[in-house]
């Protein structure tokens, strides 16, 4: 079992930034691929990004190249989600994940989640 913590979120103005993280616990030892989703209101969960054990592969759905940066510290068993020119269409509660499996773009790829941390930009 993986337990995942995220932290970071909150109210923020559009064109700020945020930090996300996420810290995993437990049998940590296995190579995973983590992964951030966002579900907005009334919306289906929808993949934001994923990075790889060793970090040298990064992946972000369309909506937020060139704004959101993951990265992962395995030693300290975190990955993180820079946020940076926020929009208030990126209102959404984000979720961190991780999986062992080859495809890591559907929720359906992922095998642990954390609670969710809820992210809120105004106009």
């Known amino acids: 079992q993986v337990q995942l913590v995220e932290s970071g979120g909150g109210l923020v103005q559009a064109g700020g930034s945020l930090r996300l993280s996420c810290a995993a616990s437990g049998r940590t030892f296995r190579p995973y691929v983590m992964g951030w989703f966002r579900q907005a209101p009334g919306k289906e969960r929808e993949f934001v990004a994923f990075?790889?054990?060793?970090?040298?592969?990064?992946y972000y759905v369309n909506s937020v190249k060139g704004r959101f940066t993951i990265s992962r510290d395995n030693a300290k068993n975190t990955v993180y989600l820079q946020m940076n020119s926020l929009k208030p269409e990126d209102t959404a509660v984000y979720y961190c994940?991780?999986?062992?499996?080859?495809?890591?773009?559907?929720?359906?790829?992922?095998?642990?989640w954390g609670q969710g941390t809820q992210v809120t930009v105004s106009s």
């Open positions: 994940a991780a999986g062992y499996g080859s495809t890591w773009f559907s929720p359906n790829d992922y095998d642990y």
């Open positions: 990075v790889t054990w060793s970090g040298g592969s990064t």
